[in-house]
């Protein structure tokens, strides 16, 4: 089905370990977006890219990095992995600057021991 | 961004309607009002948007305040499968991003 597809679904790191996760959308949409959510608490934005070629910072930039590879993939990465970032990341996408609603992928849940 | 007010949760009956209330007093005349509900253990989903006017679609309905300080998403006959958090967002439409608030949890009972 076409959507938004996020890997890995659960992922263990230990204190100050890196990693990436990975998002890809197949609807050519322009706008990317990764969230994170905490048990019992709404969805946060972490960064957001309006377009191929730029990314901005959202809520809760603090500790992450992202790239915009191409207008299909954006991907985050922790690059020293920290207890606080454990949470459940959703990686989103949307056109028209997302009047028309967002898609959102099943979400990758992150441990960090 | 505009913020959102919400009941943190509300009961309802399998088969009967629900009224899902929002309000939005601070709203722009360019902000949009979007609704998004999100099931257990998925990403978030979306519902309904509008402006002015009241929208219909196949998942629910959004009745809009003719002063636009509220709005309330309605569920025209609950399911099991209704049980979520339902959000409700102001979006401005030029570069707007959706910021969620807390939502209000739906449960239903058969």
């Known amino acids: ?113 | 961004d505009a913020k959102t007010t919400q009941p943190n949760s509300m009961e309802s009956n399998e088969e009967e309607p629900v009224h899902l209330p929002c309000n939005h007093s601070t709203i722009s005349g360019t902000d949009y009002i979007h609704w998004y509900r999100q099931l257990p253990s998925q990403g978030p989903e979306y519902v309904i948007h509008g402006l002015t006017s009241n929208v219909n679609n196949r998942m629910a309905s959004l009745a809009i305040a003719e002063d636009r300080k509220s709005s309330t998403l309605i569920l025209h006959r609950a399911t099991l499968r209704d049980a979520a958090v339902y959000y409700c967002i102001l979006f401005y439409n030029q570069g707007g991003k959706l910021i969620f608030g807390q939502g209000t949890e739906l449960s239903v009972k058969p």
């Open chain 1, 1 to 113: 089905n076409a959507g938004v597809t996020q890997t890995p679904k659960f992922q263990v790191l230990k204190t100050g370990q890196s990693m990436t996760l990975q998002c890809a959308q197949d609807m050519n949409h322009n706008s990317m977006y990764w969230y994170r959510q905490d048990p019992g608490m709404g969805l946060r934005l972490i960064y957001y890219s309006a377009s191929e070629g730029t990314t901005d910072k959202g809520e809760v930039p603090n500790g992450y990095n992202v790239s915009r590879l191409n207008k299909r993939e954006f991907s985050l990465r922790l690059e020293s992995a920290a207890p606080s970032q454990t949470s459940v990341y959703f990686c989103a996408s949307s056109e028209r600057q997302g009047l028309y609603g967002y898609t959102f992928g099943s979400g990758t849940r992150l441990t960090v021991v």
